[in-house]
């Protein structure tokens, strides 16, 4: 299942980020070789601090297999700052309905083979199907997407084949990077669920993923007093009381505060 | 898309003499093209730090905004303009800061439906456009989903013009065209479809249409005419 996480819901799944960081260090540094810098055993960049948009591919139980990260092309993004290589130079493409994709991976240790789910192939397919369909519902209509020789190959046998690239292969230390483009549109999308045989919506709500084993179990342990006042904002039953609810938990928010910090 | 601009049905904002005039009159022909209640667009120019606002909002609620500071804790400024992809106010979490701004613009008529389009551009300026329309939320989504693309379009449009309108960053903003670009839109000028320019260069006609995306977007035009007519005009094309 797919999760979006942006700056918006980020404060929610604070463990979600930290294993897709983590499994983005396994990936880009150990197994491809990448010249990526790691603290903590994360891989974070100068992006990241840019509130992109995460897609993260989760397991039944709530833990990250897979993940990708979206930009606007209109602002700061790699191939305008970091991969300009692969433009030769030149200027890069710049547009309000295209984003760029980057750091797509995913978790080849934790997933099996085979194409059922589970698989590495089935959390590939169902991740591109979660960027394509993510973008089109926000109105984009072309992703360009800086990948390595292998990531292209997978394009191509998971029905989501770019349609041209642009700029050149290029060496990037120890492995090649080019950029391809991908149009989202239904055809897409549908070529893609048809060879992994995926069916139904794949998104899940915030809601959906909190309750999800493994990140329900992360969650902060309320104090009864935070308890409570939860309760009394999600049973208000008009603005009013919402309002009235809200400013009585942000006035017991350092005896919440301290409290948790105990109970942790 | 390249026609995005007739479809529309909207005035040139771009060839407009008294900017900050302009904005407002294009913000209303945004809300009457959409059949929306209202549109805002606030942007912050980075070099500056200035804020621009340019809404269609009556002036009894822009006083009354001003006065009670909401401009500090909109979440529809705030929040939205952090995230990458519009925001359906929705999603905006019920907190104080938002029940605060729409109480009070329930009582002004503005209903909390809406979505704002947020935008950054390459020097780290930020912006955001807002279209909120009341009533049926079947019929909200339905506009959504339709012209979520033209409403992307015209918001990074909108915020081009009203940061470059500032003569410092549009010296910053000179259009870069890849020679890709000024390639496309030279056999553009000279008459030729995207389907013969794709055949010619022996690319998609889809990669055709991207590359006069982002030309149209660096030269500040909706259309492809209008892109074609400013790179003349600038000597990046030879006329046709």
């Known amino acids: 299942m797919i999760l979006i996480v942006d700056a918006l819901n980020r404060h929610k799944f604070p463990m979600v980020l930290d294993q897709m960081f983590r499994l983005r260090a396994r990936v880009f540094a150990g197994r491809l070789g990448w010249d990526v810098t790691i603290t903590d055993g994360r891989e974070e960049d100068q992006f990241d601090a840019l509130d992109p948009a995460y897609v993260i591919g989760l397991d039944e139980s709530g833990n990250v297999v897979a993940c ?17 290589a692969i433009l030769d130079g030149e200027p890069p493409l710049r547009s309000a309905t295209l984003w760029e994709s980057t ?3 995913v978790d080849t240790e934790r997933l099996g083979r085979g194409r059922a789910r589970g698989s590495v192939s089935h959390a590939t397919s169902e991740l591109m199907l979660g960027a394509v369909e993510y973008a089109m519902r926000s109105g984009i209509s072309d992703v360009v997407t800086v990948i390595d020789p292998v990531m292209d190959r997978v394009l191509k046998r998971s029905g989501n084949a770019p349609y041209d690239y642009v700029g050149r292969t290029v060496q990037m230390g120890k492995v090649a990077a080019l950029a391809g ?3 989202c549109t239904e055809e897409r999308a549908a070529r893609i669920r048809e060879v992994a045989g995926i069916k139904g919506e794949v998104f899940l709500t915030d809601e959906e993923a909190l309750a999800l084993p493994a990140i329900a179990a992360a969650a902060p342990r309320k104090s009864a007093l935070e308890t409570y006042c939860d309760e009394q904002i999600a049973e ?8 009235a609810a809200l400013r009585l938990k942000a006035a017991l928010s350092d005896r919440i505060r301290s409290h948790s910090k105990v109970g942790a | 898309m ?22 407002d009159v294009f913000l209303r022909e945004i809300r009457d093209r959409f059949g929306v209640d209202h549109v805002a667009y606030a942007g912050m120019n980075p070099i500056n730090r200035s804020v621009v606002g340019h809404v269609t909002y009556d002036q009894d609620w822009r006083a009354h905004y001003a006065a009670r500071g909401f401009h500090n804790i909109d979440p529809t400024l705030h929040s939205a303009r952090r995230s990458i992809a519009p925001v359906d106010w929705s999603r905006l979490e019920r ?16 209903s909390d439906q809406g979505v704002t389009i947020p935008v950054r551009g390459p020097y780290g300026d930020i912006g955001g456009l807002s279209l909120t329309r009341g009533g049926s939320a079947h019929e909200w989504r339905a506009l959504c989903r339709e012209n979520l693309h033209l409403w992307q379009s015209l918001a990074v449009h909108v915020h081009d013009l009203v940061i470059s309108s500032d003569s410092f960053s549009s010296l910053l903003r000179g259009p870069s ?28 006609h889809r990669t055709v249409e991207v590359h006069l995306r982002s030309a149209r977007h660096k030269l500040y035009a909706l259309t492809t005419a209008q892109a ?7 000597g990046l094309v030879y006329p046709g």
């Open chain 1, 103 to 105: 750091r797509f991976c």
């Open chain 1, 68 to 84: 990708v990260r979206a930009l606007q092309t209109t602002g700061p993004h790699m191939l305008s700052d970091v991969f300009h």
């Open chain 2, 177 to 204: 065209l890849s020679s890709r670009e000024r390639e496309i839109l030279q056999w553009t000028a000279e008459g030729k479809s995207q389907q013969d320019i794709g055949d010619i260069l022996a690319i998609s």
């Open chain 2, 95 to 110: 907190d104080l800061d938002f029940l605060a701004v729409f109480r009070d613009a329930h009582d002004f008529g503005i």
């Open chain 2, 228 to 234: 074609v007519g400013r790179a003349i005009s600038m």
């Open chain 1, 236 to 243: 208000a039953r008009n603005d009013k009381e919402r309002t």
């Open chain 2, 2 to 23: 390249g026609d995005l601009f007739d479809r529309a049905g909207l005035i040139d904002l771009a060839d407009l003499p008294d900017a900050s005039q302009d904005f």
């Open chain 1, 181 to 183: 483009l991908l149009d």
